[in-house]
């Protein structure tokens, strides 16, 4: 197997767009889409030709739309970056919308497309369905719908609140959920929900108007709902609805009870009558916060050595981005909420983006987005771009392996035994308590939209009795009964990327098995780890998931197998 190449890339020269081109608006991309419209096809040589100059375009323009993103989540209060972004979805991104389903159409009516390699053999029928959604009457709804989606951003970005004398985003104050004075915690934490309760209404509205728009969407296109509508512009090609909604009851029967137990042990440990919502992440015996890093920059440091301790290639990988810049790490006020990892295709180099307050779980989202900018750096060299863009069950798989993996190697965050048993016993802990919370919203989701007529008040009950099912039963939520119900609009998952979440349960799965495969053998885990990652998307998803020797399987019996072996783990700390 070939060594990848973690370090900074020479970026390759362009064959058919401009080397120093500037997208400004329409006119300066739209004669390359109409050479592309135009070229006739009388070859296989010619269609491959074609396709690699078509790949190179996407490229560019989705490097330069990576850009305006991420520079505007890093500051959502300087309006010219938003601006910037807004420009493109409003007035650039709606000409390239049509323009690029006559492209599709002319890829799949070309003679030769069928003797095309296997590897394209996904790519064609993603084109195939994104043909089948394409409608011009979705055109600006399109693009009035993705500025809507910012707006969440902009909203929970906006939130803070004054703690000892200091003005702290919401996330810099949920660290005081982890100190050990329980009147502190409660005070916060009735700080931090009349904050939110401050924009309800608005986020209340927002969502009505994204559901209906959604709808809107999916009707047009020919669907009886925007559930239908979204699994076919989401490629869902190795699973159905029906597939989730079984996942949905085998979480509640394999997991949520052990949740229960967890929760149960939690409240005997802090020798309480009942938990309230400001009990859960303190440590249940009372010692101080886990603080695995001072700051964003530590952060790095530590990352770099945890993972060079995996395998050399994974910690090349984050000081690649450390000596690029392409981080941006600590919670400021202004900053989208959230975390990712950005592919930048051109580049071959991702942007991770986070809002650490260098907490236990800080640590737990670099990982997490490091596994991602592995991957990212695996694919990068795969020759078009249709091979690069992954579905979120593989992504996702990258991600949460990484969490359970670094596990072991935590001790460079962690260097007493104590609190490295700690935080270890956290993490499976928060495995536990993160699959309900994934079907939770999942389930809310199909609920959502195939009630798309739903008033917020409906919705609200919905929740309140979908999180009934999957909360477990020993928390009190006396007295904060509105709180409960509108927990739902934390999550950003729901407003600006709908039904991307299920993937994070099946792929937490996938991450439980390849750890376990980890403590096994581990060079034999890793090989096979970056074997499937490599893979990009040329191959289902169960596929590749098979060439990172683990199940694509989300059924009962695996589901309790994978928990077990969890639970054992966890007793043993």
Known sequence: MITPDSSTPTVAPRLFVPQHLVIDSWSSIAPYFQELESRELNSLEALQRWMSNLSELETVIQEHVGWLYIRMTCDTRDEKLTEAYTYFVNEINPHIEPVSDRLSRKLLDCQFVHELSTDYSIYLRQTKNAVRLFREVNVPLNAELTVMEQKFGEIAGAMSV????????????????????????????????????????????????????????????????????????????????????????????????????????????????????????????????????????????????????????????????????????????????????????????????????????????????????????????????????????????????????????????????????????????????????????????????????????????????????????????SGLEDVQASLWQKQLHLFEVPFYYIEYGMAQLGAIALWKNYRENPSAAIAAYKKALSLGYRNSIPEVYAAAGIKFDFSESYIRELITFVQEEYRKL
């Open 162 to 477: 004054e703690v000892d004398g200091s003005q702290l985003t919401l996330q810099q104050a949920s660290n005081y959920l982890r100190v050990p004075d329980r009147a502190k915690r409660e005070a916060v934490y009735r700080k931090i929900v009349a904050r939110r309760a401050t924009d309800r209404t608005n986020l209340d509205e927002l969502f009505s108007s994204l559901v209906g728009m959604r709808h809107r969407i999916a009707q047009n296109a020919g669907f009886d709902n925007y559930r239908e509508f979204k699994f076919v512009d989401l490629d869902r090609f190795d699973y159905t609805a029906a597939d989730c909604e079984s996942f949905h009851r085998s979480v509640h029967a394999c997991v949520v009870p052990l949740l229960d137990e967890l929760l149960s042990v939690r409240r005997l440990e802090m020798q309480l009558s009942s938990l309230r919502p400001w009990d859960l992440e303190v440590d249940s015996l009372g010692r101080a916060d886990l603080k695995p890093f001072e700051n964003g920059s530590d952060l790095t440091q530590k990352t770099i050595a945890c993972f060079s301790e995996i395998d050399s290639y994974f910690g090349d990988v984050i000081r690649t981005l450390a000596e690029m810049n392409y981080m941006d790490l600590d919670s400021r006020l202004g900053k989208a909420p959230g975390g990712y990892n950005y592919p930048l295709y051109e580049t071959g180099v991702p942007f991770i983006f986070m809002n650490s307050s260098a907490s236990f779980r800080d640590l737990v989202t670099m990982v997490h987005e490091g596994g991602h900018a592995i991957h990212s750096m695996l694919t990068r060299d795969l020759s078009f771009i249709g091979f690069k863009e992954l579905p979120s069950e593989v992504a996702e798989l990258a991600s949460m392996s990484m969490e359970l993996i670094s596990m072991e190697h935590w001790h460079h965050f962690f260097p007493d035994e104590e609190s490295l048993r700690r935080a270890k016993r956290e993490q499976l802990e928060n495995v536990i308590e993160t699959l309900p919370w994934i079907i939770c919203v999942d389930r809310f989701q199909h609920w959502l939209y195939l009630n798309p007529g739903h008033s917020a008040e409906e919705r609200n009950r919905f929740w309140l009795e979908n999180y009934s099912m999957y909360s477990g039963r020993a928390v009190d939520w």
